[in-house]
């Protein structure tokens, strides 16, 4: 008897191997786009948490100086801020009977006064910078700058965040 002699062996592995290939290079593609959105959501859950404090840190230097006037010459020698009791800054407001000051810079130092401090939440804080600038007419602009951080020390995972309170 004659055999027909065919040659349609070893294409199961052949095949098996393609196929596998296939799955794999998908595989890889899903963990690369995984990987990727998993860093994207660690600094969007980082910056969250830079903006909450520079938040904080804003609400705490609006409340101290235009509800409550901490920082005029006759307040007391303290404020607090989320439970945390910081001296009163040296600086003053401006005096009235100096010149104006020019442009939008506020950069006469002469016309202005500026008060830093830094409050901590946990691993952020916000450095708070509140700046009063005499205007023409007698008028005192203030600005208050809130920037927050996560985490407060510097590193490559260091997000920074930034308020800007103008009154």
């Known amino acids: 008897m004659i055999t027909k002699r065919t ?54 230097g609006l409340y101290n100086a235009f509800r409550m006037d901490r920082f005029s010459t006759s307040s007391p020698q303290t404020f607090s801020c989320s439970d945390q009791t910081f001296p009163l800054p040296s600086a003053t407001r401006p005096s009235t009977d100096t010149a104006q000051i020019g442009g939008y810079g506020y950069s006469d130092s002469s016309n202005s006064a500026t008060s830093t401090f830094t409050v901590t939440y946990g691993a952020t804080c916000a450095v708070v910078s509140i700046s009063q600038h005499l205007l023409p007419g007698n008028q005192i602009r203030t600005i208050i700058e809130s920037r927050g951080y996560n985490p407060c020390t510097f590193g490559p995972t260091r997000v920074e965040r930034v308020y800007r309170v103008l009154y």
Do not use: P, W
């Open 7 to 60: 040659h349609t062996q070893g294409f199961t592995i052949l095949y098996a191997v393609l196929i596998s290939s296939v799955m794999l290079a998908i595989g890889i593609a899903i963990f690369n786009i995984t990987v990727r959105e998993l860093r994207l959501s660690s600094v969007v859950r980082e910056s969250q948490k830079a903006i909450y404090a520079a938040d904080s840190g804003a609400e705490c």
